[in-house]
């Protein structure tokens, strides 16, 4: 491992107004090694990864690269310069409507040298080449609109590493990859590492963290609140020092479940799959986990009526469920925290409590009218229970960091009582704290109700459900209810092993 940092940061400081995002920070990055930075939200992660990358000038501090300074007006001169940034909302790292091939050399094409006119030939032949020392395995031609989430993140990753970069910083980069993705790109950053590459590798995974770390940053209101480097390095302290507590995330008491609130028979979810049962019960949280790809999020749909199984049936207290579309299952009392939240969850533009009150505009109207007073008095109530960071419920929601849009997501389908609550990836980017309240909020607010949520990281649902059920190729192969857990065999159902389990739970 490299002794000098070929990257260091001295004394960074910036405020936005009166509010210090950030108070002397010092880092240093070491050619051939991976720097896991670790913050809360609101800890100062993005302001300090948007100055390294030319997005915002701090105030005052230096940053060199080598022995010279490095003080970038834009992301495309800290590019040219050697640093280059993969940020955590995929669409900043893409262009829809351009294929993948365009998307891979599209930094490049304004280069010296590149000519006057457009090469298709060249665009395909250089996009090749990334993709393959990539691995990337998706068609050049396709748009990347067409492209799964998991899919536009590697494109995303792959147009960054075309870069050659001396310093690479990866912003939550596995939040939509499943295992063997997440896999590729780790032996991508071993090579990168091999290479002399210095990495600011930026997650609240703890598997991401135990398998890349050569060293962890903890970052706390907006100061380092401790470097760890001696190995074995020491994860505890390193979430204590981040989060300035010992939050205890392990060890819930599992609940059992009351009466019945939703039960599904022999539903078929995709073509050729083994048809699922299962049962929810009042005041219980059950998680299905699974890798991405087996069908958690189409069932999660299905339930939802986006879409409609090819077999089965399904009844909510008591009564046959078969949603003609979303408005009809939450009509019912069935609400659902969509996965993407940058597309399908908010409205940016639209203040705190209008995307809370959103879906139920009805219920806070008389006579067409909207009463706004009974809008915000939910927003505030809301923003108190999950520990919402903001200044008034008429903040705008782009202000917020996505740990605190991801919790505004979430209130606002508990500001109006139901029967089945379905989350699909809850916890997609978001720190361990709000994770914490999120997790929290849901099991104290369960009352009556059934809650489902959808999660491919394990740990996840060891922390936060009564019962976890594992999918494998759109189906149900195994039940664990969440006391002594074997491991071994819940290990073995998510990797696929036990297909011959499938079937009812």
């Excluded at 950030?22 to 300090?48: I, Y």
């Excluded at 590019?79 to 294929?99: E, F, K, P, S, Y």
């Excluded at 149900?476 to 009812?504: C, F, P, W, Y």
């Amino acid at each position: 491992m490299g002794e000098d940092a070929i990257f260091r940061i001295a004394g960074l400081t910036k405020a936005f107004g009166p509010n210090a995002v950030l108070r002397g920070v010092g880092l240093d990055l070491h050619a051939g090694e991976v720097t896991v930075l670790m913050g809360a939200n609101g800890a100062g992660k993005s302001t300090l990864v948007k100055i390294m990358s030319g997005v915002h000038r701090a105030d005052r501090g230096v940053m060199m690269m080598g022995d010279k300074p490095f003080s970038p007006i834009s992301p495309a001169e800290a590019m040219r310069a050697g640093v280059v940034t993969v940020h955590q909302n995929i669409n900043d790292g893409v262009v829809g409507a351009l294929d993948v091939a365009t998307n891979l050399v599209l930094d490049r094409l304004n280069g010296a040298g590149r000519g006057l006119f457009f090469n298709p030939r060249r665009i395909r032949r250089e996009a090749r080449d990334v993709a393959d020392r990539m691995g990337l395995g998706i068609d050049l031609a396709a748009e990347v609109t067409d492209l799964s989430l998991a899919d536009r993140q590697m494109v995303a990753i792959a147009r960054a590493m075309a870069h050659e970069p001396q310093v690479m910083i990866l912003d939550e980069p596995t939040s939509s990859l499943s295992s063997n993705e997440a896999e590729r790109l780790f032996a991508l950053i071993d090579r990168l590492r091999a290479r002399g590459v210095a990495i600011l590798y930026i997650s609240h995974r703890m598997s991401d963290i135990r398998r890349l770390a050569d060293r962890i940053v903890s970052l706390r209101d907006g100061a380092i609140a401790g470097r760890f480097e001696d190995k074995p390095l020491d994860y505890e302290g390193a979430v204590n020092a981040m989060l300035g507590q010992n939050l205890g995330l392990h060890g819930i008491d599992a609940r059992d479940a009351a009466e019945p609130v939703f039960s599904a028979s022999r539903l078929t979810i995709a073509p050729g799959a083994k048809p699922l049962s299962m049962a929810l019960g009042a005041g219980e949280v059950v998680a299905i986990t699974g890798l991405v790809g087996v069908g958690k999020t189409r069932l999660a749909e299905i339930l939802f009526g986006i879409h409609r199984p090819f077999s089965g049936t399904m009844r909510l207290d008591g009564r046959p469920h078969a949603p003609r579309n979303a408005a009809d299952a939450i009509r019912n009392g069935v609400f659902l925290v969509a996965k993407d939240r940058a597309s399908t969850g908010i409205v940016p533009d639209f203040n705190i409590y209008e995307n809370m009150s959103l879906p139920f505009l009805p219920r806070f109207s008389r006579l067409s009218v909207a009463r706004r007073r009974a809008e915000r008095q939910t927003a505030r109530t809301q923003i108190a229970d999950l520990k919402i960071v903001c200044r008034t419920e008429r903040d705008d929601l782009a202000t917020l960091s996505g740990g605190n849009q991801q919790k505004v997501t979430v209130a606002r389908w508990l500001t109006q009582p139901s029967r089945l609550l379905i989350l699909d990836e809850p916890f997609q980017g978001v720190d361990i704290a709000a994770r914490h309240d999120i997790a929290a909020k849901l099991r104290e607010s369960a009352g009556r109700r059934a809650t489902l949520l959808f999660l491919t990281e394990l740990d996840e649902a060891l922390e936060t459900a009564d019962r976890i059920l594992v999918m494998s190729e759109n189906t149900i192969v195994g039940e664990h209810r969440n006391a002594d857990v074997d491991m071994d065999k819940l290990l073995a159902e998510v990797a696929g092993k036990q297909h011959e389990t499938a079937g009812s739970v």
